[in-house]
């Protein structure tokens, strides 16, 4: 079975940023998150040896979720200057080295990795690579998740161990449990032990409010209080895997790479070694190099 991998970009981008020391180019630009970015995904590539490739980042524009609960998201720091700054030339990079770039107004790059994941996941092993714990709902027989900040790959049953629940549990889990980060209420009073223990049981957050009377009391009483929360919450949560994207999956193989204009960008940012790191990949058109997955 051929290979697919779906990077979330935006992730990938904040990673590299704070990664390196602040680079700058020959003319004083910052370029720390541009190479960081460069060397994480050429490194990615050697390990995976993926046969299609896609880069999915969020744009600055309001959500859906956004726009229907305004709280989500809402404590979360502003994208540095210094950050905002490198991510059109990243994306000029990916262009120019033949990668595609996918994005959409008024989705997250979640979502449209969840969507690539849908149409492809019968025909392809996938993985995608992000540190979003939101996307092991999207992990299947097909499907594994790669964390790049723990170094761990979550398949099935690595979700299993890890959470105590399985993947098409994840968003009932994470809407029961909330996210601090995401600015998302859970059931307040109710843990992750707690949670896993009650999806177990009952298979599901529509069951578990099925059955709210053989709960304990303070249980009870939690899930009680917190009708109006878990609906917001696992709106937020779940992946949307229906965004229109026109995508065949050759259209996700990295082909026409631009070897002379990567040359003058990558002198032009200062980048004396990247070139022969990329060009040691010969990836271009299906000429895949000889490594061999470490997963």
Known sequence: MKKLVLIDGSSYVYRAFYALPPLKSPKGEPTGAIYGFIRMLSSLIKELNPDYIAVAFDLSSKTFRQEKVKSYKATRRETPDLLKEQIPK???????????????????ADDIIATL???????????????????????DKNVKLYNPMQNILYDVEKVKEKYGIYPNQFVDYQAIVGDNVDNIKGVKGVGKKTAAELLNKYGNLEEILANLDNLKPKIREAFKNSIEDLKNARFLVKLRDDVEIDISIDDLQIKNTNWEKLKEVFEELGFKSLLKNLKELRLEEGNKPLQKSLF
Request: glycine letters at 4%.
């Open 90 to 108: 990243i994306k000029e990079i990916l262009r120019l080295w033949g990668i595609k770039i996918l994005e959409k107004e008024g989705f997250e």
């Open 117 to 139: 994941v849908n149409k492809f996941k019968n025909n392809y092993e996938i993985i995608i690579v992000s540190p979003d714990k939101d996307m092991l709902q999207l992990v």
